[in-house]
Nanobody, 112 residues
Framework: QVRLVESGGGLVQTGGSLRLSCKVT????????MAWHRQGPGKEREWVAS???????NYTDPVKGRFTISRDNVYRILYLQMNNLKPEDAGIYYC??????WGQGIQVTVSS
């Protein structure tokens, strides 16, 4: 059974950086595409970034150039490096293993 555990969230000022981590167990991590999603206050959950098993990446337009998704197949960890954070980036961030594997979510707060 897949288990996804996020860490690294917290409070940061506008313009600051955070790196989220997601430890993955219960699956053959290296052959799976993975993703990050987020849900802002009063908003629907939205896709943020994806990475394939081969390392190809995609991003939603608002985070392009600021966020980087990466993976460590040895330690089975998914990362999201977030730079130049903006108040609109605040929310709960979820690690996702399609189609239905989700982490519990981790809070990111960006103060203006």
């Amino acid at each position: 059974q897949v288990r996804l555990v996020e860490s690294g969230g917290g409070l940061v000022q506008t313009g600051g950086s955070l790196r989220l981590s997601c430890k993955v167990t219960g699956i053959n991590f290296r052959v799976n595409s993975m993703a990050w999603h987020r849900q802002g206050p009063g908003k629907e959950r939205e896709w943020v970034a994806s990475i394939t098993s081969g390392g190809s990446t995609n991003y939603t337009d608002p985070v392009k150039g600021r966020f980087t998704i990466s993976r460590d197949n040895v330690y089975r960890i998914l990362y999201l490096q977030m730079n130049n954070l903006k108040p609109e980036d605040a929310g709960i961030y979820y690690c996702h293993r399609p189609p239905n594997g989700w982490g519990q979510g981790i809070q990111v707060t960006v103060s203006s």
